[in-house]
């Protein structure tokens, strides 16, 4: 399904024009959405979740009129924040539990069959047993893309996953995004450009609240 948006534009109470009439078309695949601290990014993605309302513009999904219909949008979503999730001292298997519950899954054998599955994508599988609120970063950050996994989103996002992760689980979160990227739509925010350069089959610069360049990671290099 096609995330289409026009005419986006926001300007925060303290005058700073974080979004300033974007324009962008994102299809299937693993996109990339790349620019310095302050460029909007955050802006941008709260705004496709309907996290905050724009000052103007239109954004669509499909069929969904995202800014007028909200609840369908969300039906839809995987949104990871930025910021680390807050856990409870509880394993991963039983806090998926809990979630999956909540989301309505009534059955025992398919919120076992689900949280296998979500377990595996993530590499969290031989972890399952330990207590979230132990984990590292970049296992937080792994278990935050099972979480949103159980929804069996269409629309993935994903904001500055990386940051603050080392090398090594820098690492483990890209092959686990990569691997969702074949099968689902994931926009990507990222201010490392070796994150977009690895993964993206297309990326979007963004700058000041503007976009810079739309294309491909292998023509953007030719260009800039
Ligand atoms: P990025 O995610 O690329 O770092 P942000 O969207 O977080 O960019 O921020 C874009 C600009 O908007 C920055 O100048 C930031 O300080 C400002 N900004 C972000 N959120 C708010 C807010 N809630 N209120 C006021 N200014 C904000
Ligand atoms: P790093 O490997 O950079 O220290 P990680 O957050 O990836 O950071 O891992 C922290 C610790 O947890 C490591 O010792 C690693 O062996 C262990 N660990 C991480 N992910 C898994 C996993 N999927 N299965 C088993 N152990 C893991």
Redesign the pocket.
Known sequence: MKLQIKGLS?T???G????DNVDLEIGTGMFGLL????????????TISTL?SPDSGSITFGDIDVLKDQMSLRKVLGYLP?EFGVYPNMSAEKLLNYFAQLKGIASKEDRKKIIKEVLEVTNLWDVRNKSVSGYSGGMKQRFGIAQLLLNNPKLIIV??PTAGLDPAERHRFLNVLREIGNNHTVIF?T?IVDDVRELCHELAI?NG?NILYRGTPKEAEESL
């Open positions: 926001k925060y109470k303290n700073v024009k974080a979004l620019g310095p601290n302050g460029a909007g990014k955050s802006s941008l993605m709260r905050q930025q904001d500055e925010s201010h963004l609240g």
